[in-house]
């Protein structure tokens, strides 16, 4: 399936630290997105990194993406304590469907 | 908050009750979707529609019953339900395509 599944589950940190995710999928694609969610609130999106697009920054968000390894990676640098949400990605292959993994829960500690 | 509400917040029901839910979007977009999220299992898609018109299925039982009468409104009406439905009913809207999604704040669904 195509469905991208985060990697790891679950993040704890102190704040100021730097907190990475990854993202790895099975299918070629078109786009790959990064949402947060707050607990128990709608996604919201932070960025879009396209198939010929390597790396893309946006604030203290750095995305990745390695189109041969089919995986992408989300780097939040010098974190907060309102960084504590699940985050997803979500690939488009082509079907005009945005298909969403399970999600990383990061919690940030003051 | 993003251009996307959804009523109720939250909502409890019986097994026999008929309920809907409604989603608006105040961003002009054309395609609007609805999502269940359980937990621990990944966003589900249900529905989409384009232009008003449903154009995916994701085999969804026919107890949930979308309707979409203007590109602005999407409602789900509930019927029959059973304690597994219960989950976040999330509404989302874009330009269409792959692009961006917009997330309402969802409903949360009890059913008893």
């Known amino acids: 399936s195509q469905q991208g599944e985060e990697d790891p589950q679950a993040l704890s940190i102190q704040e100021g630290e730097n907190a990475t995710m990854n993202c790895s999928y099975k299918?070629?694609?078109?786009?790959l997105q990064w949402y947060r969610q707050n607990s128990g609130r709608g996604l919201v999106h932070l960025i879009l990194?396209?198939?010929?697009?390597r790396e893309k920054h946006s604030g203290r968000l750095r995305v990745t993406l390695d189109t041969s390894k089919k995986s992408s990676s989300l780097l939040i640098t010098a974190s907060r304590a309102a960084d504590t949400a699940s985050y997803f990605c979500?690939?488009?292959?082509?079907?005009?469907?945005?298909?969403f993994g399970k999600g990383t829960k990061l919690t940030v500690n003051p | 908050e993003t251009g996307v509400t959804q009523t109720p917040r939250h909502l409890v029901m019986g097994m026999t009750n008929k309920k809907s839910l409604k989603c608006e979007q105040h961003?002009?977009?054309?395609?609007m979707y609805w999502y269940k999220q359980s937990a621990k299992k990944p966003l589900e898609l249900m529905f989409v529609?384009?232009?008003?018109?449903?154009?995916e299925n994701n085999s969804v039982p026919s107890r949930f019953s979308p309707e979409c009468p203007n590109s602005s409104h999407l409602f789900l009406h509930l019927h029959t339900l059973q304690p597994e439905d219960s989950a976040l009913y999330l509404c989302?809207?874009?330009?269409?395509?792959?692009?961006?999604?917009?997330f309402g704040p969802g409903t949360r669904l009890l059913v008893l």
């Open positions: 989302a809207s874009s330009l269409g395509g792959a692009t961006t999604q917009y």
């Open positions: 299918t070629s694609i078109n786009n």
């Open positions: 990194i396209r198939s010929n697009e």
């Open positions: 979500a690939t488009e292959g082509g079907s005009e469907k945005l298909v």
């Open positions: 961003l002009g977009h054309n395609a």
């Open positions: 529609y384009n232009f008003k018109e449903q154009t």
